[in-house]
């Protein structure tokens, strides 16, 4: 009976096994920002000069391509300031000739969660740049790719071998350079359907908790930088006018009285400030709301790479 018992569990079993085997090893192989960032990291540890961080919205609105310097991008979506630290305590060492950092402080981000040890973009990093974000020695789930997310695995393997994804178009420096899908094109950049619309993705919820602790964190982040002589760049990128005109005047405030502290304390950090900038940056420029496109990224990168410049 026993026997038996372990027969067929072994057969019901091993076909899932071998099944999550392929399908680990067909996403090691996949086409994705984080494998070209990767080969850019082996091929040109020596040339980085210019790191970025920070989340989607740092993704989207900086290309490298319109950067002199050459510029690692390595924000992206959901990323928050604890991961941007850890990744950079893992990087930096490697990269020998890195003069600059490029930091993303939005209109929220000390008002909302870090990400913590258990993010699920962990063993991604661990994978593409071998950064060891957990708290402990990586386990063999954490080695794991399809098993951070199996949904959007899944649907980049359909992109990949299937549907021959022609929206997915990335440059040498991963950059999404034809990333123009989104609501804005979708309302044909009509600035009256954009006002109408009642759904904006945007924080109006203040946490002296969490703002204390994120607060704290960032001038760590600084501190860390400051100390290894580096140049570090603060961005806020730009915003809509109609996401602007529904800011929280609470988080603000306390966003920027941050800033003031930062700019009076850390005589190495200089700052790129375009969120409120509506005169630049049209709907044209807009994936969304708090997104830029390609169009809108061009111009943005274009500021950052003058103060990198006046910088070297």
Not at 62 to 86: A, C, R, V
């Amino acid at each position: 009976m026993q026997r038996d018992l372990i027969k067929y569990t072994l057969l019901f079993f091993t076909p899932l096994i071998i099944g999550l085997i392929a399908l680990e090893l067909i996403s090691r192989n996949l086409t994705n920002e984080f494998k070209v960032k990767q080969n850019s990291i082996a091929l040109h540890q020596e040339d980085i000069e210019t790191i970025v961080t920070g989340s989607s919205q740092m993704k989207r609105s900086i290309n490298p391509e319109w950067i002199d310097s050459y510029t690692l991008n390595l924000s992206s979506s959901g990323q928050h300031h604890d991961t941007d630290f850890k990744l950079l305590k893992e990087l930096v060492p490697q990269f020998k000739n890195l003069k600059t950092v490029v930091l993303e402080v939005s209109y929220s981000h000390f008002e909302l969660p870090h990400n913590g040890y258990n993010f699920w973009k962990n063993p991604l990093y661990l994978y593409y740049y071998k950064a060891n974000l957990f708290d402990h020695t990586p386990y063999l789930k954490d080695r794991m790719l399809f098993l951070t997310s199996p949904p959007k695995f899944i649907i980049n393997i359909k992109q990949n071998f299937y549907l021959k994804n022609p929206e997915f178009d990335v440059n040498e420096f991963g950059y999404l350079i034809n990333g123009y899908a989104g609501m804005f094109k979708k309302l044909n950049y009509d600035e009256s359907k954009i006002k109408k619309v009642k759904e904006i993705d945007i924080n109006h919820v203040s946490n002296d908790i969490i703002f204390n602790k994120n607060t704290s964190y960032f001038y760590e982040m600084l501190d860390y930088l400051s100390e290894r002589n580096l140049n570090i760049i603060v961005c806020n990128v730009p915003m809509y006018k109609t996401y602007l005109e529904i800011r929280n005047p609470v988080i603000l405030k306390r966003r920027d009285s941050i800033l003031k502290v930062v700019s009076e304390t850390y005589p190495s950090v200089h700052f790129l400030n375009k969120e409120e900038d509506s005169i630049t940056f049209e709907a044209e420029d807009f994936v969304n709301h708090s997104h830029l496109n390609p169009k809108g990224a061009k111009k943005f990168t274009e500021k950052l790479n003058k103060i990198i410049q006046q910088l070297d």
